[in-house]
C-alpha cells in the first residue's frame, strides 16, 4: 500500500513532467515562429525536468542545439545582444499594438507596461558578453 504523501509525490512529479514537455514543445515552435521566444520555454523545460527527471534534465542540458544558452545561462546569466533586441523590441510592439489599435482599458494597459517595463528591465540587466569579453 502505497502512502499518501508518497502519491501526492508522483502526481508532482509526473504534472512538472507533462509541463517540461510541454514547454519544451512550445519552445521548439519557437524556433520557427518569430514572436514566440525559444530560451525562456526551454529555460522553464529545464526547471521542471531538474524536479521531475534526472534524464530528461540532462538530456536537454547537453543537448546540441538547446544546451549551450541553457549553460551560458546558467553559469553566466547571459542573454545575447540579439535576444534582448528582439526581446524588448517584441514587447514595445506589443505595448504600440494594444495601445492604439485596441480598446483595453486603462487599467490593463498599466498592468501590462508595469509587466513589460519588469521584464525589459531584467533583460537589460544581464550581460550580452562572456566574461572573457566574446559573444555567446
Known sequence: ??????????????????LGWGFFALGVLGVFLPVLPTTPFMLLALWCFARSSRRFHHWLFTHRLFGPPLQRWEQYRVIPLGAKII???A???????????????WF??????????????????KPHRLPDGTRP
Do not use: H, N, W
Open 108 to 125: 490593463a494597459l498599466v498592468t501590462m507596461g508595469a509587466i513589460c517595463l519588469f521584464g525589459a528591465g531584467f533583460i537589460l540587466t
Open 1 to 18: 500500500m502505497t502512502e499518501p504523501q508518497d502519491e501526492a509525490t508522483g502526481l508532482k512529479r509526473l504534472a512538472l513532467l507533462g
Open 91 to 105: 514587447m514595445s510592439l506589443s505595448m504600440i499594438y494594444v495601445g492604439f489599435f485596441t480598446q483595453a482599458p
Open 87 to 89: 526581446a524588448v523590441g
